[in-house]
């Protein structure tokens, strides 16, 4: 142990006192030193975005994409770019909990070898505003009360609802939070867009309008309202431990990179304006087209530097991308930067480590609080001619970034396109768009939050918005909510997307949670073989009892007991594998099987049923799979798992 300055220290218990009852000696420097640090430790917090976790990995492009953009990496198939992700929730504080209802978001920063590209994206298509000037007002009746912070991590109060009533550009993002997507079951099934447009351009000089968006392997797969919250105390980390996991056991979260393409001629063709971040563009008029895939596979060794520090910026582009006239596009061009050098604490936050380039750069730019670099140079302006004009600019040619050269032209006012004004016919479509489960949730997550404004003034206005949805849900949500019944109706629209619903998404069993409830005398070759098998699918398996240690089969077979029934809970787990047993107090062990049972079977989790745990089921139900006089039980259990929910159980 050393000083900051390398000094090597022969103690650090205690400080330099004048006699051991003495009080403390002002040249005590290492204690100054040692104290100083400690409480300079914390940072301003991100104003959005404050709690989040990062994860490191490389993009793989699958095919040239050379035709339309001239972006390095994606001009060859197989080409590989490091990166560095961070996924976060938008509302809560640093230290609110994961799982909270909320739009989800994930910055990928890729170290090209054209500079840092960072590609921003939201865990659904449309944004709350369409005009950056409204993003403040937003985000400010979203986020806690001024007076006393409360509540924390949820927008279920009257000034977020008061908000949506009066802000109705708002409604259909809300909607979306309202779906499933709001609570995601884990970041590694989690769909997200980059709402914005942005524009590729070729080697031509040719641009088309692109978004993108990243599709997880892995399916997108939520939880339900009652979880979400329970997990919120259980354990507030359980996204980035779930995230964490998965990589520390190989099993890397995938996702692949999907572009949607616009030619330029076409920007007037569809019944949404292309530039309007409140609308998505729906897969079936406007193709994804899948380029490369992400691979997360190196988790961060350091949460400060690795995860609070990087700092992600839709500006950062590369030759081959740039931005379009999206009116928040271009109001968050001026966000970012001025953000991070207040939160960061210096405008040499980029050279930060984890904001790096891994491609040379240089410039003019010199000094400024914690400058990193010494520049062994005199001059630092252009152009000169002492320094043979170095650092100098470089052609469109060989790699200089030039913008598009758009035809700008038009009045100047303070106003918003009419183009944009349509708020209801895109909800009206995402609603057609989902499944019953789907529409039931939402339903209950609109009744919770609304359920939970006191002002009944602000409830009744909510429902008279929604009206523009869905009458019947409209309907049934002021019922629930105690209000009238909305007077108006939607206007008739009957077109739907199957690609809006992410139950049409992959499902598997890999990477599900199974807990596996066990006693000692269990029949050690049936369990083995249960176990090895669902290793083998890369099921995670997790061994519960009623204390840790090992427990012990009828043929002396040892397993080793990861959790107890008091450290773990079903709300934690995607499904049960009941294997039962003996224990030293037998009533309480049967009792904490059936709560597991309970809960799990209440959230429509798959069950396996080893031979001896029958009692605990009288008879057959959807999803419950029995070894009993079942040959195939291993394969059953493993498709019941993939399948996930059994929304059908009564
Ligand atoms: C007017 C609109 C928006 C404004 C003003 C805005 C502003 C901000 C600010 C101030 C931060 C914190 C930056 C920091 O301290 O590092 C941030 C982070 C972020 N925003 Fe936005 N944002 C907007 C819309 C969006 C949209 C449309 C997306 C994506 C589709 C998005 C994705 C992100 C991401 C991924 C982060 C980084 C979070 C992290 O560091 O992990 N934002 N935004």
Not at 231 to 245: A, C, Q
Not at 376 to 388: G, K, M
Not at 501 to 524: D, E, H, M, W, Y
Request: aromatic fraction near 10%; charge should be negative; charged fraction near 25%.
């Amino acid at each position: 142990m050393t000083t900051n300055e390398g000094r090597k220290r022969s103690q650090d218990q205690d400080q330099l006192k004048a006699g051991v009852r003495g009080p403390t000696l002002r040249q005590d420097y290492e204690f100054f030193e040692k104290m100083s640090h400690f409480v300079h430790e914390e940072i301003p917090e991100r104003v959005v975005h404050a709690r989040g976790y990062s994860a490191h990995g490389e993009f793989e492009c699958y095919q040239s994409m050379k035709h339309v953009t001239k972006a390095g990496f994606l001009q060859e198939a197989g080409k590989k770019t490091p990166l560095t992700v961070r996924f976060s929730t938008v509302q809560g504080p640093k230290g609110s909990y994961d799982t909270a209802r909320d739009l989800r978001c994930q910055g990928v920063k890729l170290y090209t070898e054209d500079g840092n590209l960072d590609l921003t994206t939201i865990a659904m298509p449309v944004l709350i505003n369409n005009d950056a000037m409204k993003f403040p007002d937003a985000m400010h009746a979203f986020q806690s009360k001024q007076d006393d912070d409360i509540p924390t991590a949820t927008g279920a109060h009257d000034r977020f609802w008061d908000y949506v009533a009066n802000n109705p550009e708002a409604l259909h993002m809300v909607q979306w939070i309202m779906s499933d997507r709001g609570i995601l079951r884990s970041y590694r099934m989690m769909e997200s867009w980059s709402i914005n447009t942005y524009l590729f351009v070729n080697d031509q000089g040719k641009a088309t309008f692109m978004r993108y968006v990243w599709k997880p392997v892995l399916g997108v797969h939520s939880l339900l309202q009652d979880e979400a919250l329970t997990i919120g105390g259980l354990d507030p980390d359980f996204h980035r431990r779930d995230l964490r996991e998965a990589i520390d056991h190989g099993a890397y979260p995938e996702y692949e990179l999907g572009v949607q393409l616009i030619p330029m001629e076409d920007e007037f063709k569809y019944d949404f304006d292309v530039l309007d971040p409140a609308k998505f563009w729906p897969e079936e008029l406007v193709p994804v087209q899948i380029i490369g895939k992400m691979t997360l596979n190196r988790n961060i060794d350091n949460y400060f530097t690795e995860s609070e520090q990087v700092a992600f910026n839709p500006a950062n582009v590369v030759p081959g991308i740039d931005f379009s006239n999206d009116p928040v596009l271009q109001g968050r061009l001026m966000a970012y930067r001025d953000a991070q050098q207040h939160r960061l604490g210096s405008a040499n936050y980029d050279e930060l480590p984890i904001n790096r380039p891994v491609c040379p750069f240089h410039n003019n730019q010199r000094r400024g609080y914690m400058r990193q670099r010494i520049d062994v140079d005199q001059v630092n302006y252009h152009q000169n001619s002492l320094a043979n004009n170095t650092p100098y600019t470089t052609s469109p040619e060989e790699g200089g970034y030039e913008h598009y050269p758009k035809k700008v032209e038009g009045h100047v006012i303070r106003a918003r396109s009419e183009s944009f004004k349509d708020y209801f016919s895109q909800p009206r479509i995402f609603w057609n768009s989902m499944t019953p489960v789907e529409r039931q949730h939402t339903i209950e997550a609109f009744s919770y939050q609304l359920g939970r404004v006191k002002s009944k003034s602000v409830r009744q206005q909510n429902v008279n918005l929604l009206v523009n949805v869905d009458k019947e849900m409209a309907c049934i949500i002021a019922d629930n909510i105690g209000v009238d019944r909305p007077s108006g109706s939607h206007v008739p629209l009957s077109t739907s997307y199957p690609s809006l619903s992410q139950a049409n998404t992959p499902r598997n069993a890999k990477t599900q949670k199974v807990g596996v409830l066990i006693g000692n005398g269990f029949n050690g070759k049936e369990v083995t073989n249960v176990l090895n098998y669902l290793q083998q699918c890369v099921v995670f398996v997790e061994v519960i009892s009623e204390t840790l240690g090992t427990v012990t089969g009828a043929d002396g077979t040892e397993i080793k007991v990861d959790k107890t029934f008091l450290t773990t809970s079903p709300y934690l787990l995607d499904s049960l594998y009941v294997v039962g047993g003996q224990s030293k107090n037998e009533t309480k062990f049967h009792q904490d099987i059936t709560d597991f049972v309970n809960t799990a079977y209440k959230h429509y989790k798959p069950i396996g049923v080893a031979t001896n745990a029958q009692s605990f089921f009288q008879k057959a139900a959807e999803g419950v799979v029995f070894a009993e006089a079942n040959p195939d039980f291993e394969e059953k259990f493993v498709a019941a798992i993939g399948q996930q929910r059994f929304w059908d159980r009564k």
